[in-house]
């Protein structure tokens, strides 16, 4: 099976101008201030573009293998990814330092996302598992792993939505 390239159209809120991003991209967000966009990718690494005219930032590089999520803290000051891998890392957001991998998934990581007072990340995988972690030193809080049969997280509202049949949890 082949890449799938993809074409991501962004358009600058200050001119007007459209300008593409042009890799394999598996997912995107704006920094919280919107002068930056963040892009993950099939070949494993993260990309911070400039958000009015497109040109690239930096090119994080740290995951073994396809990167399926990112996000930035709401404080814009930490990006946070997963992967295939079956990992999350943990970046500064200003020089794109590796501050720390979070292992503990047995399935590729799917979605992440930090709290809103930017303490906790939050995670899912594969095999259903929803993982809580202190943001700061990337260790689990105590209690078992919370599993569910279908797992999306929303990104924009900084929450999971976890469904197992018939009831549906939000964290």
Known sequence: ?????????????RTGR???LVHSVIGCCFSPDGK?????SHDDTLKLWH???GTLLQTLNG???CVLGCCFSL?????????DDH??????????????TLYGHTYRVFGCCFSPDGKKILSCSDGGTLKLWHATDGGEP?????????TAINLEKQMIQAAQLPRLSVY
């Open 1 to 13: 099976m082949g890449t799938q390239i993809v074409f991501l159209v962004v358009a600058s809120f």
């Open 18 to 20: 459209l300008f593409s």
């Open 36 to 40: 930056k966009i963040l892009s993950c």
């Open 51 to 53: 958000a009015t005219d």
């Open 63 to 65: 995951h073994t293998w």
């Open 75 to 83: 404080d814009g000051k930490k990006i946070l990814s997963c992967s």
């Open 87 to 100: 990992t999350l890392k943990l970046w500064h957001a200003t020089d794109g330092t590796l501050l720390q």
């Open 142 to 150: 105590p209690g078992p792993d919370v599993r569910h049969q279908h």
